[in-house]
Protein backbone atom coordinates (compact mmCIF):
# COMPACT_ATOMS: atom_id res chain seq x y z
CA UNK A 1 0.00 0.00 0.00
CA UNK A 2 1.40 3.64 -0.99
CA UNK A 3 2.28 6.21 1.49
CA UNK A 4 -1.00 7.95 0.28
CA UNK A 5 -3.14 5.62 0.46
CA UNK A 6 -2.32 4.63 4.07
CA UNK A 7 -2.97 8.40 4.53
CA UNK A 8 -6.27 8.08 3.36
CA UNK A 9 -6.81 4.76 5.27
CA UNK A 10 -5.68 6.44 8.70
CA UNK A 11 -7.80 9.68 7.79
CA UNK A 12 -10.79 7.61 6.94
CA UNK A 13 -10.28 5.79 10.57
CA UNK A 14 -9.75 8.95 12.35
CA UNK A 15 -12.46 10.89 11.19
CA UNK A 16 -15.09 7.75 11.95
CA UNK A 17 -13.80 7.88 15.30
CA UNK A 18 -14.22 10.97 16.00
CA UNK A 19 -17.92 10.83 14.50
CA UNK A 20 -18.22 7.43 16.42
CA UNK A 21 -16.74 9.46 19.68
CA UNK A 22 -19.79 12.53 19.26
CA UNK A 23 -22.58 9.76 18.62
CA UNK A 24 -21.76 8.01 22.26
CA UNK A 25 -20.26 10.50 24.26
CA UNK A 26 -17.15 8.86 25.03
CA UNK A 27 -14.36 7.19 23.40
CA UNK A 28 -15.73 3.89 21.76
CA UNK A 29 -13.85 0.83 21.31
CA UNK A 30 -11.99 -0.48 18.59
CA UNK A 31 -14.70 -3.34 17.23
CA UNK A 32 -16.97 -0.04 17.14
CA UNK A 33 -14.79 2.14 14.92
CA UNK A 34 -13.79 -0.84 12.57
CA UNK A 35 -17.91 -1.33 11.97
CA UNK A 36 -18.45 2.42 11.74
CA UNK A 37 -15.49 2.90 9.25
CA UNK A 38 -16.36 -0.64 7.29
CA UNK A 39 -13.32 -2.68 7.53
CA UNK A 40 -11.96 -4.84 10.10
CA UNK A 41 -10.53 -4.83 13.60
CA UNK A 42 -7.19 -6.31 11.99
CA UNK A 43 -6.54 -3.69 9.68
CA UNK A 44 -6.61 -1.03 12.21
CA UNK A 45 -4.15 -2.40 14.07
CA UNK A 46 -2.12 -2.03 11.20
CA UNK A 47 -2.49 1.64 11.74
CA UNK A 48 -2.16 2.30 14.55
CA UNK A 49 -1.70 0.25 17.94
CA UNK A 50 -4.93 1.33 20.26
CA UNK A 51 -8.38 3.46 20.29
CA UNK A 52 -6.13 6.65 21.77
CA UNK A 53 -3.83 6.87 19.13
CA UNK A 54 -6.06 7.20 16.02
CA UNK A 55 -7.35 10.23 17.97
CA UNK A 56 -4.39 11.35 18.38
CA UNK A 57 -3.65 11.43 14.60
CA UNK A 58 -6.66 12.93 14.51
CA UNK A 59 -5.50 16.49 15.55
CA UNK A 60 -2.20 15.80 13.64
CA UNK A 61 -4.31 15.02 10.52
CA UNK A 62 -5.38 18.60 10.62
CA UNK A 63 -2.02 20.46 9.55
CA UNK A 64 -1.35 18.04 7.29
CA UNK A 65 -4.44 18.47 5.57
CA UNK A 66 -4.27 22.24 5.79
CA UNK A 67 -0.30 21.57 3.54
CA UNK A 68 -2.34 19.38 1.31
CA UNK A 69 -4.99 22.35 0.75
CA UNK A 70 -2.27 24.89 -0.26
CA UNK A 71 -1.74 23.83 -3.73
CA UNK A 72 -5.46 24.15 -4.41
CA UNK A 73 -6.24 27.86 -3.06
CA UNK A 74 -6.42 30.45 -5.61
CA UNK A 75 -3.68 33.62 -5.10
CA UNK A 76 -1.98 31.50 -2.11
CA UNK A 77 1.38 32.51 -3.27
CA UNK A 78 -0.13 36.56 -3.84
CA UNK A 79 -0.48 36.35 -0.01
CA UNK A 80 1.88 38.55 2.26
CA UNK A 81 3.67 36.26 5.06
CA UNK A 82 0.80 37.33 8.08
CA UNK A 83 -2.01 36.19 5.91
CA UNK A 84 -0.78 32.99 5.06
CA UNK A 85 -0.43 32.06 8.93
CA UNK A 86 -3.42 33.41 9.69
CA UNK A 87 -4.90 31.57 6.97
CA UNK A 88 -3.33 28.83 8.05
CA UNK A 89 -4.86 29.20 11.85
CA UNK A 90 -8.05 30.04 10.23
CA UNK A 91 -8.85 26.70 8.45
CA UNK A 92 -7.43 24.45 11.14
CA UNK A 93 -9.95 25.69 13.48
CA UNK A 94 -12.85 25.68 11.17
CA UNK A 95 -11.66 21.89 10.73
CA UNK A 96 -12.04 21.64 14.75
CA UNK A 97 -15.30 23.59 14.57
CA UNK A 98 -16.74 20.80 12.78
CA UNK A 99 -16.27 18.32 15.71
CA UNK A 100 -16.65 21.07 18.41
CA UNK A 101 -18.32 18.58 20.75
CA UNK A 102 -15.22 16.08 20.20
CA UNK A 103 -12.29 19.56 20.43
CA UNK A 104 -14.02 20.34 23.41
CA UNK A 105 -14.06 16.89 25.57
CA UNK A 106 -10.74 16.21 24.21
CA UNK A 107 -8.39 19.23 22.95
CA UNK A 108 -6.91 19.81 26.91
CA UNK A 109 -6.18 16.15 27.52
CA UNK A 110 -5.36 14.70 24.70
CA UNK A 111 -3.36 17.80 22.81
CA UNK A 112 -2.65 21.06 25.26
CA UNK A 113 -1.31 18.96 28.37
CA UNK A 114 0.97 16.98 26.29
CA UNK A 115 2.21 19.50 23.80
CA UNK A 116 6.13 18.67 24.45
CA UNK A 117 4.97 15.77 22.59
CA UNK A 118 2.18 15.80 20.97
CA UNK A 119 2.16 14.86 17.07
CA UNK A 120 -0.66 17.73 16.47
CA UNK A 121 2.03 20.37 17.71
CA UNK A 122 4.77 18.46 16.00
CA UNK A 123 3.29 19.06 12.50
CA UNK A 124 2.28 22.25 13.40
CA UNK A 125 5.83 23.38 13.59
CA UNK A 126 6.24 21.90 10.42
CA UNK A 127 3.60 23.32 8.42
CA UNK A 128 4.93 27.29 10.03
CA UNK A 129 8.17 26.58 9.21
CA UNK A 130 7.42 25.56 5.58
CA UNK A 131 5.15 28.60 5.47
CA UNK A 132 7.80 31.10 6.47
CA UNK A 133 11.16 29.37 5.03
CA UNK A 134 8.95 29.12 1.71
CA UNK A 135 7.60 32.51 1.51
CA UNK A 136 9.94 35.32 -0.30
CA UNK A 137 11.14 38.08 1.36
CA UNK A 138 12.22 36.72 4.75
CA UNK A 139 15.27 39.16 5.84
CA UNK A 140 18.49 37.85 6.08
CA UNK A 141 19.00 38.75 9.34
CA UNK A 142 15.59 36.65 10.08
CA UNK A 143 16.98 33.90 8.41
CA UNK A 144 19.77 33.96 10.50
CA UNK A 145 17.99 33.74 13.50
CA UNK A 146 15.37 30.94 12.56
CA UNK A 147 15.91 28.02 14.87
CA UNK A 148 14.07 25.23 15.14
CA UNK A 149 13.79 26.82 18.27
CA UNK A 150 11.34 29.48 17.62
CA UNK A 151 9.18 27.12 15.09
CA UNK A 152 8.41 24.44 18.24
CA UNK A 153 7.60 28.23 20.21
CA UNK A 154 5.45 29.51 17.54
CA UNK A 155 3.47 25.99 17.30
CA UNK A 156 2.84 26.11 21.46
CA UNK A 157 1.64 29.56 21.11
CA UNK A 158 -0.64 28.81 18.30
CA UNK A 159 -2.02 26.03 21.06
CA UNK A 160 -2.96 29.09 22.76
CA UNK A 161 -4.46 30.97 20.21
CA UNK A 162 -7.18 27.79 20.06
CA UNK A 163 -7.97 27.68 23.79
CA UNK A 164 -8.68 31.89 23.19
CA UNK A 165 -10.85 30.99 20.28
CA UNK A 166 -12.52 28.26 21.97
CA UNK A 167 -13.20 30.21 24.85
CA UNK A 168 -14.21 33.39 22.33
CA UNK A 169 -18.19 33.89 22.86
CA UNK A 170 -18.01 37.41 20.57
CA UNK A 171 -20.00 37.53 17.01
CA UNK A 172 -17.90 35.37 14.59
CA UNK A 173 -15.52 34.96 17.11
CA UNK A 174 -14.46 38.81 15.86
CA UNK A 175 -11.74 38.28 18.82
CA UNK A 176 -9.97 35.60 17.90
CA UNK A 177 -9.46 37.13 14.53
CA UNK A 178 -8.30 40.15 16.06
CA UNK A 179 -5.82 38.44 17.96
CA UNK A 180 -4.71 36.02 15.09
CA UNK A 181 -4.29 39.40 12.88
CA UNK A 182 -2.07 41.12 15.73
CA UNK A 183 -0.27 38.50 16.52
CA UNK A 184 0.36 37.01 12.77
CA UNK A 185 0.99 41.14 11.94
CA UNK A 186 3.42 40.98 14.71
CA UNK A 187 5.48 38.17 13.57
CA UNK A 188 5.41 38.75 10.13
CA UNK A 189 6.65 42.41 10.61
CA UNK A 190 9.82 41.04 12.28
CA UNK A 191 10.25 38.50 9.63
CA UNK A 192 10.38 40.42 6.99
CA UNK A 193 11.57 44.40 8.26
CA UNK A 194 14.45 44.78 6.23
CA UNK A 195 15.74 47.83 8.87
CA UNK A 196 18.03 45.33 10.39
CA UNK A 197 19.54 44.49 7.08
CA UNK A 198 20.25 47.17 6.04
CA UNK A 199 22.01 48.37 9.32
CA UNK A 200 24.58 45.38 9.35
CA UNK A 201 25.07 46.35 5.16
CA UNK A 202 25.82 50.15 6.25
CA UNK A 203 28.13 48.99 9.34
CA UNK A 204 29.79 46.28 7.03
CA UNK A 205 30.57 49.26 4.53
CA UNK A 206 32.06 51.78 7.27
CA UNK A 207 34.28 48.42 8.91
CA UNK A 208 35.32 47.19 5.09
CA UNK A 209 36.50 50.99 4.45
CA UNK A 210 38.29 51.45 7.66
CA UNK A 211 35.71 53.85 8.93
CA UNK A 212 34.94 52.51 11.55
CA UNK A 213 36.80 49.99 14.18
CA UNK A 214 34.35 47.64 16.59
CA UNK A 215 36.21 45.35 18.80
CA UNK A 216 35.54 41.63 18.37
CA UNK A 217 32.96 41.99 15.28
CA UNK A 218 33.50 40.74 12.17
CA UNK A 219 30.78 41.23 9.51
Do not use: C
Not at 16 to 35: C, H, K, N, S, T
Not at 138 to 146: E, M, W
Not at 166 to 184: I, P, V
Amino acid sequence: MSSESTFEQKLLLADAAVILYEEQGEMPGLFDIARAAGMPASEIYSHFPNVPAIYHFWYESLPLRYEAMITELEGYDELILSEKLTNMMLTITDMMEEHMFFVEATFDSMVFKNQSWHPFVKANEALIKELINTHEGISRTAQIVLWDDVYAFLSKEFLHVIKFWMRDTSEGREKTMALMDNFNGLLAEIMTNRIIDRGTDLVRFFWNEGLIKIPFFKP
